[in-house]
């Protein structure tokens, strides 16, 4: 069943719970290494790390963020982009606290018919001082299929 618009629109500034998230190094390093890219020096984290850290960080989950906008499964979801700003090296065995909300909901139609929900929610990473360590936002395209409007 499609969400109605309303519903949607009721998401955007939502918080997601936060909480604190470390990446291990064996961790870091197997993420690094499925990027078949060399390690990074002096526990610094492969960038590929906020694809999921931030997520996980948050106390959420994929199926979590799908439940939220009312998509069955990963084929319901495309990824129009993301964005990661970097405001100081993530590193290895450092705690970050993460918090994070949804920043817009927008619901449109393609030239075809077909209806989706722009989805994009942002998750910051802040170092133990409380600086702003990193930030990544993702914008997702929630399909909803051909619909007469």
Not at 137 to 143: G, I, K, Q
Request: hydrophobic share 35%; net charge negative.
């Amino acid at each position: 069943m499609i969400p109605s618009e309303e519903y949607m629109l009721s998401l955007i500034g939502n918080r997601f719970p936060g909480g604190k998230r470390t990446i291990d190094r064996w961790e870091n390093y197997l993420l690094t290494d499925c990027t078949t890219s060399p390690q990074l020096a002096d526990g610094l984290v492969h960038p590929i790390a906020l694809f999921h850290i931030p997520i996980q960080g948050v106390q959420t989950s994929i199926a979590e963020l799908f439940e939220i906008g009312r998509v069955e499964g990963a084929g319901s979801v495309g990824l129009d982009g993301y964005d990661w700003e970097f405001f100081q090296p993530i590193r290895e065995g450092v705690e970050y606290s993460c918090e994070g909300q949804i920043l817009e909901v927008e619901r449109l139609y393609t030239d075809s018919g077909s209806m989706y929900d722009r989805f994009v929610f942002a998750i910051e990473l802040s170092d133990q001082e409380g600086e702003l360590a990193a930030r990544a936002t993702c914008f997702w395209r929630l399909r909803r299929g051909k619909v007469e409007h």
